[in-house]
């Protein structure tokens, strides 16, 4: 398979085509790429589980409290995605089993990279106030 590199700043469009196998993980991926590209992207063969599901509705979603229910990838993409944007401020939470799963690492990243989130309950766990910065 050939690889494409997209040096920042991009100049010109890039125009193409590619193939997906439509798995959740990908689908994920590919959703938060296109709400990042501003929603230029058409896309086809995204999978039909939950996870996909609730991510597609969360990013449109213009809700202050969003509930990524019990996907771990949604929950961990979402929170890394409101980070960057500017001016929005959410509680993103989900399930009672995703509110025990740990989530400080990602979060400590985040804020090393100086992204406004805290912890609404217990330490080290969702759900999570994210204010939006420009990245």
Do not use: W
């Not at 609730?54 to 995605?81: E, N, P, V, W, Y």
């Amino acid at each position: 398979m050939e690889k494409l590199l997209i040096k920042s700043p991009l100049r010109q469009s890039v125009n193409g085509t590619i193939q997906l196998n439509g798995s959740k993980s990908i689908s994920n991926r590919v959703l938060i790429i296109n709400a990042l590209s501003n929603h230029l992207i058409e896309i086809d063969n995204l999978s039909n589980a939950d996870d996909t599901l609730f991510m597609q509705q969360l990013l449109l979603s213009k809700d202050g409290c969003l509930d990524a229910g019990a996907g771990g990838t949604t929950f961990r993409f979402l929170t890394a995605f409101l980070a960057t944007q500017a001016g929005r401020e959410v509680v993103l939470t989900g399930s009672e089993r995703m509110q025990q799963r740990p989530i400080k690492i990602l979060v400590d990243a985040l804020q090393q990279l100086g992204a406004d989130v805290s912890y609404v309950n217990k330490e080290g766990f969702p759900p999570l106030r994210i204010k939006g910065k420009k990245n």
